[in-house]
């Protein structure tokens, strides 16, 4: 129980400043605390607690999906941070307003107590002044009236009034109590500091006081000295209820509980409907965007505002306008520039042939020509060879590049067009002194192809090879299944770095410019090797390691009227696990493929 507070004043003040004392011992000011009565919700808490599993649940996945939304959705994140810094302040001015009203109750209401008991205790004194009373029994009867007049005249938060006689030895004044239910408020702390008193201090000390329907209420007990000259002084005793107070502070409190949700909710929801206001267009234009990039160049956003997003918009189409115009302008170019080199290749063609047919003439009769001039016809046919290759790369290339490149399918077996490339390389390979090592299946592979593309293909990538070997061997091999058949060509000579594979199949490039190119190439090999594999549906995988040479793989389909081979499907692959030059798979016909083939080329040679 709180310690008594002594207010200093005569019998008639109504001041709540002055002197302040516990148990009896009197300090300047004036102190006073207020229990909060609890409220019990046992049976609400064991009615969540029986549904509580199925809300957990339904609380995670909405949490999960919220989290998902969040991470997703600018607006999501947007509003969920609205909301929350709305509720933290709300909560935190709620706290505030309820500790600051709580306060101000407070004081209100202990004011208001000391203001009562005050006007009480004037009223007792002047009743017991103005008595003349000189036996015990006349004394005891005006004792109880005056109790009763108190009580009956009091406010209406007073629930009891007490008297007791200052002298305990001397039993002239039995106590009095108009209502002995809340006597036990009045505890021995404020009991001893009023009997030894000496200066008419009011004390006062809240309590809790217990309530007949259950529960607890905040209060006060006030209590002073009257002077009965019959009896010789008597202790008042006032216990004053803060019940009204405390359920508006309660009402106020749940009001607060209430406001704080629902004004985070209205900020959400105002914040999300000004942001939908903002996403949508931007969505929009964001959608239209991937339309264009698609390929739509149609493609365009309706200018719906003049604002910010207005601009956005107005600016999003012009780009497209602009993109638009500058890709027909790319477009234009390119087709100029594919129509010049066809037209130049074709043009180029007729002196090419007469150049061809001189130097013919010129190479018959060069045993009658002195060794510099002989040198020099050599040299010329050699150049003009490489100059009718280039023509008919270049000729090639544009019809790809124009879309008339087709394809001649035919069933083949696809050893005959590896076998074809390596004898035309062979000379140059022997030249350079560069073993080729083929190793085929004892079968047929016979699948739906171009010959002359796929033996342009692995003669394109021997002569490179040649030229990189540095007369270290070169290995081609084969496997083949139901789906894909896979050609292998491989080299241990230079090799080439992960910038230098990037650029390996582009128009004109040289690995390595400062070497010489032995086989007299055009620069356009490996890239017209990749466009007669595509056509097939198929590819060109290369890994490479500076130092241990380059690993060419040509994946074509069996045929190529279904469509490109899932890599899955294929025989051979490289590793994706790595960049090393590693592979899955084996080299050689698959099993079931294997008898199938044997049976097809059974009484054959």
């Known amino acids: 129980m709180n310690a008594p507070t002594a207010t200093t004043g005569t019998a008639g003040a109504t001041g709540v400043n002055g002197a302040t004392g516990t148990n009896g011992a009197a300090t300047t000011g004036k102190t006073g605390k207020t229990g909060a009565a609890g409220t019990g919700t046992g049976a609400s808490a064991s009615a969540v607690g029986r549904r509580r599993p199925k809300r957990r649940f339904s609380w995670m996945r909405l949490l999960r999906s919220g989290r998902a939304e969040v991470r997703r959705s600018l607006q999501a994140r947007t509003v969920s941070l609205v909301v929350l810094c709305t509720l933290v302040v709300a909560v935190v001015f709620s706290l505030v307003s309820m500790a600051s009203v709580r306060t101000t109750l407070l004081d209100q209401v202990s004011g208001q107590a000391h203001s009562d008991f005050s006007t009480m205790v004037v009223q007792a004194q002047s009743s017991l002044d103005a008595a003349d009373v000189t036996d015990a029994q006349r004394s005891q009867q005006l004792v109880k009236e005056l109790a009763s007049a108190l009580q009956n005249e009091g406010p209406s938060n007073l629930y009891g009034v007490y008297l007791y006689g200052r002298d305990a030895s001397n039993r002239v004044i039995l106590p009095v109590s108009t209502d002995p239910t809340y006597e036990y408020a009045v505890g021995d702390d404020i009991r001893v500091s009023v009997a030894t008193d000496t200066e008419d201090h009011v004390y006062y000390q809240p309590v809790g006081l217990s309530l007949a329907k259950g529960g607890e209420t905040p209060g006060a007990v006030l209590g002073t000295t009257l002077e009965f000259g019959a009896a010789g002084g008597l202790e008042l005793f006032a216990v004053f209820s803060y019940e009204a107070q405390q359920q508006s502070l309660v009402q106020i409190q749940t009001s607060l509980l209430v406001v704080c949700p629902i004004l985070s909710v209205l900020m959400g929801t105002l914040v999300w409907l000004v942001l939908r206001g903002i996403v949508r267009p931007v969505g929009v234009v964001a959608d239209t965007a991937e339309t264009f990039a698609s390929g739509d160049l149609d493609a365009r956003v309706d200018v719906t505002r003049n604002d910010e997003l207005g601009s956005l918009q107005r600016s999003f189409n012009t780009m497209a306008d602009a993109l638009n115009q500058k890709i027909d302008e790319l477009e234009e170019a390119g087709a100029m520039q594919r129509r010049f080199v066809s037209d130049v290749s074709h043009e180029l063609r007729t002196p090419v042939t007469t150049m061809r047919m001189a130097s013919d003439l010129l190479e018959s009769r060069k045993d009658d020509f002195d060794p510099s001039t002989r040198r020099t016809v050599e040299l010329l046919g050699g150049q003009i060879n490489r100059f009718q290759d280039m023509l008919a790369d270049l000729l090639e290339i544009s019809r790809y590049d124009a879309g008339y490149a087709a394809l001649d399918l035919m069933d083949c077996d696809v050893r005959e067009p590896i076998e074809q490339a390596v004898e035309q390389v062979r000379g140059l390979a022997d030249a350079k002194g560069v073993p080729i090592r083929v190793t ?77 190119r032995t086989t007299g190439g055009t620069g356009l090999g490996l890239s017209i090797a990749m466009t007669d594999a595509r056509l097939h549906q198929g590819s060109i995988r290369v890994r490479s390691t500076p130092g241990e040479g380059a690993w060419f793989l040509v994946t074509l389909p069996r045929d190529p009227k279904r469509g490109a081979v899932q890599d899955a499907d294929l025989p051979l692959d490289f590793r994706h696990d790595t960049d090393a030059p590693l592979i899955v798979g084996g080299f050689g016909v698959a099993q079931s493929l294997a008898g199938t083939m044997a049976e097809h080329t059974k009484g054959r040679p």
């Open 440 to 516: 085929l299946p004892n079968v047929q592979v016979v699948s739906c192809l171009d010959p002359r593309r796929i033996t342009r293909i692995i003669r394109n990538l021997l002569a490179n090879a040649v030229d990189f070997a540095e007369d270290k061997p070169i290995e081609v091999r084969l496997a083949a299944n139901r789906a894909a058949v896979v050609v292998s060509v491989r080299d241990w000579g230079v090799g080439m770095t992960a910038d230098q594979l990037a650029r390996v199949f582009d128009r004109f490039w040289r690995g390595d410019p400062s070497r010489a």
